[in-house]
């Protein structure tokens, strides 16, 4: 199916190119980390995680949210997500070969990185979430894969492809969760040793990774002959809606807990990240910004005539995916570390050579997206023909 | 001032009747427990019955005596070739200073002895009985040792630096750099590795060293003799002999980690 690939109007191949450039330039730069070492990026010893271990995050809460059409489509028999089970269980791929990437740029010895398989240690969380995301890159390509080319041969999908769905589905929480569990057994890092990380991670998943999909579905029947319909975009809109004020549920949870027990370790993550601690304001802007965005998409989002309404959806959509990016793919990890265990502040700002490898990675992601919907889409274009 | 004065004296009293009775039971581990809590011999009661437990008492009132003293930092640097690198982002640590209320940041609401608060206290690795780092590191690059030292291997790190977002003391710290660019050629100790960038390290409270009959290099320099280092599971040794005469404290023992450095203040 490859070769649906390589043929492809204008529009595809300039999309293309931009990617491969975007993708060179992280390139170009991370090997003058390779050569320099992390110095180059904005971390150091007191916020020792930063952009890219945030973008993995929030990156596995796109992968694992392809569960949101799976589930519906095979458990319940909800037809209408026929046509996009793929393009969910495509943008899983691209995520998860995001987020393995960007473990990778974050790694100080990155050739080392087959220790982690050379010395399994099951008690460390980061080998039990190495696990997941291989297994679930490697689920989703075989039941993508086979599912595309039963639908090009106009068959049946083959038998094994069933069991393998089924177990999708959990695997998909799995993944997050083990994710949140990377955060919430460390003691002495306030802000993450919370009991409702995962349950957090899942909310803020279910609800991003649709509204993602929402505007790639949007984007394809613009610029394809392949329309994924109205019916489905509007139940995932639903789902978004639903999920969002799960995740904004939550934060209020958190608020709770750290405010109304009064216990200072608590209190002070969050106070930095909202409202400033000791001088220091650097992502306030950043938190109230998301907590703006989550507001007004769950405006849009929750009122049905601007659900209903495709240009208004779009904006809700856009709205959720920036609110979730900046609390998990920004906030959550840099606010772990901040007061450092000395109770004292170290702020945490991105480099330019960290950001252009981020967007690297973002654009290599994209690309196997891009290279993934584009098969998708010319097996459909050429069933309807 | 008088009254200040019966306050010490009652305090001196007390320790040293404490004193007493620790000593007249030291035979039974147990009996010290109750006087003193958690705080004492936590590491070689029940929970870790190893024969040969490493520990460290940092004696603060010893280690005030001189101001601007870095004996034992500039000592411990010196030999394991731990780079002086400038900016506070990229810094190496394995022995340093930090003022009581960032060492101890539970203890800055209430009143303090004039003075404690700015006080220099030396931090290093706890070298916990519980340590979350060894709990969390992917390949086992860090692990404990059957004495209790938490040790390193910095050939097999992987750089994710997951054991420095555990590590609840700040004690590690990462190569952000090639160290060898700023270590100075001419005294770099041959008998110790220097390390590549990308990696993790730490005190590994001179395992080479007591591995040879000898005292780590830190205690061996401070002349003041603040820094006392010995076996907690030898009811005999000058730790235990310590600990159960003074009042010690240790940093954040609510965390679980069972740190083995202690504190008398």
């Known amino acids: ?385 | 001032m008088k009254l200040d004065k019966n306050y010490e004296l009652n305090r001196r009293e007390f320790l040293k009747n404490a004193a007493r009775l620790g000593i007249s039971v030291a035979g039974a581990g147990a009996a010290i427990e109750v006087v003193f809590g958690d705080d004492v011999l936590a590491a070689s009661s029940a929970l870790s019955p190893a024969a040969v437990r490493w520990a460290m008492v940092v004696d603060m009132t010893k280690c005030t005596r001189k101001t601007d003293c870095i004996d034992c930092m500039a000592a411990c640097h010196l030999v394991h070739n731990v780079p002086a690198i400038e900016n506070k982002r990229h810094e190496i640590k394995w022995i340093w200073k930090e003022p009581f209320i960032n060492a101890f940041p539970e203890q800055r609401d209430g009143r303090l002895r004039s003075g404690l608060a700015q006080t220099d206290f030396i931090v290093l690795c706890n070298h916990c009985d519980n340590p979350p780092c060894v709990r969390v590191c992917p390949t086992k690059a860090t692990w404990k040792r059957p004495d209790g030292i938490v040790m390193m291997d910095m050939h097999r790190c992987i750089g994710c630096r997951y054991c420095m977002a555990a590590c609840p003391y700040g004690s590690r710290s990462f190569n952000w750099m090639d160290p060898r660019k700023v270590l100075d050629e001419k005294t770099i100790n041959r008998e110790y590795p220097t390390r590549t960038k990308g990696v993790v390290e730490k005190c590994d409270f001179c395992a080479e060293r007591i591995d040879h009959g000898r005292l780590p290099v830190c205690v061996e320099a401070c002349s003041e003799r603040a820094l006392m280092f010995g076996n907690l599971s030898d009811s005999r040794s000058e730790v235990s002999a310590l600990l159960a005469g003074r009042f010690a404290i240790r940093r954040k023992p609510e965390l679980g980690t069972r740190p083995e450095v202690y504190y008398i203040v």
């Open chain 1, 1 to 385: 199916m490859f070769e649906k690939a390589r043929s492809g109007g204008r529009k595809y191949w300039t999309l293309v190119f931009i990617l491969i450039a975007l993708a060179l330039a992280g390139v170009f730069f991370y090997l003058r980390q390779l050569s320099e070492g992390l110095v180059i990026t904005g971390m150091g010893r007191d916020v020792s995680w930063g952009f890219y271990i945030s973008q993995f995050t929030f990156l596995v809460g796109i992968a694992a949210s392809a569960v949101m059409v799976v589930l519906p489509y095979y458990l319940h028999d909800f037809k209408a997500f026929g046509k996009i089970t793929i393009l969910g269980e495509f943008l899983a791929i691209s995520a998860v070969s995001m987020c393995i990437l960007f473990i990778f740029v974050d790694m100080g010895q990155p050739f080392r990185i087959f220790n982690v398989f050379l010395h399994p240690t099951p008690n460390s969380m980061m080998f039990w979430d190495t696990v997941a995301l291989m297994g679930y890159l490697l689920i989703n390509l075989f039941i993508a894969w086979a599912t595309l080319g039963a639908e090009r041969k106009g068959v049946a999908p083959p038998a094994w492809s069933k069991p393998l769905i089924y177990l999708s589905i959990p695997w998909a929480v799995s993944i997050h969760t083990v994710t949140a569990f990377l955060y919430a057994g460390i003691p002495g890092r306030h802000l993450w040793l919370t009991a409702i990380m995962a349950a957090r991670f899942l909310a803020s998943a279910f609800a991003s990774g649709p509204a993602l999909l929402i505007l790639l579905c949007m984007v394809v029947r613009r610029h394809t002959r392949f329309d994924p319909g109205r019916e489905p975009i509007q139940a995932l809109a639903k789902i978004v809606a639903y999920a969002m004020t799960a995740n904004l549920f939550f934060i209020g949870l958190e608020f709770f807990t750290a405010y109304y027990s009064g216990i200072p370790g608590h209190r002070h993550s969050l106070e930095y990240l909202f409202f400033g601690l000791d001088g220091r304001y650097g992502l306030v802007p950043f938190m109230w910004t998301s907590i703006g965005l989550a507001v007004l998409a769950l405006a849009l989002l929750i009122n049905p005539s601007t659900r209903h309404n495709e240009r208004w959806l779009a904006t809700g959509a856009a709205a959720v995916f920036f609110s979730t990016w900046l609390d998990k793919g920004l906030g959550l990890v840099v606010g772990g570390f901040i007061p450092t265990p000395f109770e004292s502040i170290t702020e945490y700002t991105p480099t330019v050579a960290e950001l252009i490898i981020s967007l690297g990675v973002w654009s290599l992601g994209f690309l196997i997206l891009t290279l993934l919907y584009k098969i998708t889409v010319s097996v459909r274009e050429e069933a309807s023909r």
